[in-house]
């Protein structure tokens, strides 16, 4: 019987240490989860910032080109309206000259649709 004893202490310490070497695997694979999930979390921060960079960068050209344009159109407005603005003073005193000239320059005539009925 002591040899059954002694056996059956045996099998008990060879199931604990199993199951501390199955805790403790279970331990590590827990960990490399856990280090896996933080070392792709920041990846994808990573990936996340420079994707945004990127788009910042794409942004700002394409709205600097576009604040460019808007400078350069609005800069040919105003060279038009100043042009207009001085054809205008040029012409103003011929203009009124002209129409006074129609305006006290009457000549009294028939319209050729008018007849005389006698």
């Keep these: 019987m002591a040899s059954q004893s002694q056996g059956i202490q045996q099998l008990l310490q060879a199931e604990k240490r199993a199951a501390e070497k199955v805790a403790d695997a279970r331990k590590r694979k827990a960990r490399r989860l856990k280090q896996a999930k933080e070392e792709a979390q920041t990846e994808v921060e990573q990936y996340r910032r420079e994707r945004e960079q990127e788009f910042q960068s794409k942004q700002q050209a394409a709205m600097g080109?576009?604040?460019?344009?808007?400078?350069?159109?609005?800069?040919?407005?105003?060279?038009?309206?100043?042009?207009?603005?001085?054809?205008?003073?040029?012409?103003?005193?011929?203009?009124?000259?002209?129409?006074?000239?129609?305006?006290?320059?009457?000549?009294?005539q028939l319209h050729p649709n008018y007849r005389l009925t006698a």
């Design 65 to 108: 080109s576009q604040g460019n344009l808007s400078a350069e159109v609005e800069q040919a407005t105003r060279r038009q309206v100043q042009g207009m603005r001085s054809a205008q003073q040029r012409s103003r005193e011929r203009v009124l000259a002209q129409l006074l000239g129609m305006v006290f320059d009457v000549r009294p």
